[in-house]
């Protein structure tokens, strides 16, 4: 069976973090592990608090799994600290680790903040250039690029300037601002490629960014090239958005149950 691991936050409501990592591997038929960054007391309207993990829990966490069910892909999500950004990156160049897709989470979609300011230097510097690929929305590529995103002609610039500054491949998501939930590849040596989604109508997008990067990781995991595990990933978060689940008081939950499975679609 193949395996991959989440390295990210818990989030008490089961939407995003973690438990939505593990749900979207075990319906793309992969064996999940998770290592915990922090645990998160929130639900659909919003975070009330944070406990991060210690470093040295943290690299424990990492040794138990690498030294054991070697993980054939990683992601990586919500990491607050600079000390914790720092573990990571280590165990994952010490143990070679390969299939790495970060997200790199800095505020959830109630809003609330989820990594602190200077630990967002640390994971330019340290996690992202480790990434194969790294799947920012448009607020976190205008931190990473240092320029405003208005239009696809601007995504399409932002992700050339983090893929040149940081060496890895950029999936910049247009879910979130844009109209058109349309998200694009940039790779070196490809540059475009565009992945078009029509927008589907569902306030509930809890966990959208956690469970995207958790399907690319999956496919990934399965031998997927990368353009292929980010279609076959689209396919799968349209799924749960269209399941239209609708649970709590604010931006809700998606439906894993119910996702169509990527690999059967093909459009
Ligand atoms: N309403 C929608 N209809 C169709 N696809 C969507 C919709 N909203 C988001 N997506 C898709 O979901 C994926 C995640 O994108 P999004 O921009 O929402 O991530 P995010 O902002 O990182 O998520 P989060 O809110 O969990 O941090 C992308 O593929 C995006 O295109
Ligand atoms: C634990 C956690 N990670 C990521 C997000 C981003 O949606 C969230 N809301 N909670």
Redesign the pocket.
Known sequence: MYTALTIAGSDSSGG?GIQADIKTMTANGVYAMSAITALTAQNTTGVTSIMEATPQFLAEELDCIFTDIYPDAIKTGMVSSSELIEVIADKLTGYQAKNIVVDP?MV??SGARLISEDAISTLKSKLLPLAKVITP?IPEAEVLSEMQIKSEADMEKAAEIICNRLGCSVLL????QLND?N?LLWQKNEQATWFM?K??D?PN?H????T?SSAIASNLAKGYDLKTSVKYA?NY??GA?AAGLNLGKGSGPMNHAFAIKGEYIDE
Not at 173 to 176: F, N, R, V
Not at 207 to 210: I, P, S, V
């Open positions: 995003a989470v959830a979609t929305n998501k247009g879910g979130h939930a998200d989604g927008r589907i569902n997008t966990g959208t960014g956690c995207l689209k978060i349209s958005l």
